[in-house]
């Protein structure tokens, strides 16, 4: 009788065991999955010829469809002669240049980045309170009015006035990923230098975004502001935030990521947001905080690098999915200046999210190979510069993508 009890009870906790190594086994493949559905898969390179007076490195890189052709809009503004050239993504050559002027009656000063309308029309921001549309011969089709004022980087004058009449410039680029957002002849940018140094009250006040009517030159904010992440105070040349941030447009959507947020902030109309966790598997819980402004900015960057951040987010289109760019630590060498931007070994990630803001996976890449802040989507899939100094492929006289698909894991 005795045996039979300890025996019955040795099936029960058998049973149990087993039960619980199932049930562990099942949430481990249930969280692999939602981590890892997919992964991106190298395919293959595409070069694009350039001269000596095209930079590979240019910070403008955009990809358009006309007439079901694909192009490449890549605007020369840092080394070289001032230009739009565009390229044919499918034969890989140069399709037609534009000239930029920064004198005469076609003049635009301080040129920053651009944006293609169309094959015969382009959006060109500056640094300047002004932006312009040219043709494709380089002349100025039109100037807007005055964007901001210099009572909008005080942040009293900027609230009592609610913003109206105060904006700051137009920078479209594709570094961060600042694309620009046209809808329906409505023009929508950027307001990051807008209202500093920001109370911790008016942080959730502080227009993200302005619009233009492109017709009429009408201008306002947005009510597409400032999430509750940022908190504290800014204390002019003392303490600052880094509120740096990456946005993508859906069609209907615009998502905006930040450097320290495991969230995305999403809206589709500037006016209601909300949160999205799209955070990479590889990071610890990211938040914003300010930094000390009065440290040398030198040692003040190497600390930063130790530390994860996201970089880029960008939308594919094609797929329907997101792209979020994640940095990994990176010690800079002793000697070379983070100033210089050329962290040529840092390892990123890339975390993808379905158009519901599911993350559903997340590839890691090596340093030394990819130049993880020129990059374009196609309808090929996802395309990465291979124009990384460290890289043993690497020629100045070509812009190089590797070319990436995501796939199911089995």
């Given at each position: 009788m005795r045996l039979f009890f300890y025996l019955t009870i040795m099936k029960h906790f058998f049973l149990i065991f087993l039960w619980g190594i199932l049930c562990c086994s099942c949430m481990d493949t249930l969280q692999n999955k939602f981590i890892s559905e997919v992964q991106l898969c190298a395919r293959d390179t595409i070069k694009f010829p350039i001269d000596e007076n095209t930079f590979y490195e240019s910070k403008v890189i955009f990809q358009f469809e006309e007439e079901g052709r694909e192009y490449l809009f890549f605007q020369n503004?840092?080394?070289?002669?001032?230009?739009?050239?565009?390229?044919?993504i499918e034969n890989t050559n140069i399709f037609k240049t534009i000239p930029l002027y920064y004198e005469g009656p076609n003049g635009i000063p301080a040129?920053?980045?651009?944006?293609?309308?169309?094959?015969?029309?382009?959006?060109?921001?500056?640094?300047?309170?002004?932006?312009?549309?040219?043709?494709d011969s380089g002349n100025i089709k039109f100037k807007s009015r005055r964007l901001y004022d210099k009572r909008a980087f005080r942040s009293e004058e900027f609230f009592k006035e609610h913003g109206l009449g105060a904006f700051c410039p137009t920078w479209i680029f594709s570094y961060l990923h600042n694309p620009a957002i046209i809808k329906d002849s409505l023009f929508y940018f950027p307001q990051s230098q807008i209202g500093y140094p920001r109370k911790k009250e008016t942080w959730t006040k502080s227009n993200m975004f302005a619009c233009v009517n492109l017709h009429t030159g009408e201008m306002w904010p947005t009510q597409f502001c400032y999430p509750s992440i940022f908190n504290k105070d800014e204390i002019t040349r003392m303490q600052?935030?880094?509120?740096?941030?990456?946005?993508?447009?859906?069609?209907?959507?615009?998502?905006?990521?930040?450097?320290?947020?495991?969230?995305?902030?999403?809206?589709?109309?500037?006016?209601?947001?909300?949160?999205?966790?799209?955070?990479?598997?590889?990071?610890?819980?990211?938040?914003?905080?300010?930094?000390?402004?009065?440290t040398d900015m030198d040692a003040r960057l190497r600390r930063e690098s130790l530390q994860p951040q996201y970089h880029s987010l960008l939308y594919d289109k094609y797929r329907r999915v997101f792209y979020r760019v994640a940095l990994h630590p990176y010690e800079w060498p002793k000697g070379k200046s983070p100033m210089s931007g050329d962290d040529f070994g840092r390892e990123f990630s890339i975390v993808i999210l379905n158009e519901k803001y599911e993350v559903i996976g997340e590839t890691r890449f090596p340093g030394h190979t990819y130049n993880y802040h020129l990059y374009f989507v196609g309808k090929k899939g996802l395309y990465i510069s291979l124009n990384n100094l460290d890289n043993p492929i690497f020629n100045e006289d070509e812009l190089m993508f590797q070319c990436f698909t995501f796939e199911d894991i089995k």
């Open positions: 503004i840092d080394k070289g002669t001032p230009r739009i050239l565009l390229f044919d040129i920053w980045g651009g944006w293609p309308l169309n094959l015969k029309e382009f959006i060109i921001t500056t640094s300047t309170p002004n932006f312009y549309i040219i043709d600052s935030y880094s509120n740096d941030h990456s946005y993508a447009y859906t069609g209907k959507d615009v998502a905006v990521s930040f450097y320290k947020s495991d969230s995305i902030y999403v809206s589709s109309d500037f006016e209601h947001v909300k949160a999205y966790e799209a955070k990479s598997n590889f990071f610890p819980h990211l938040h914003p905080e300010p930094y000390d402004a009065r």
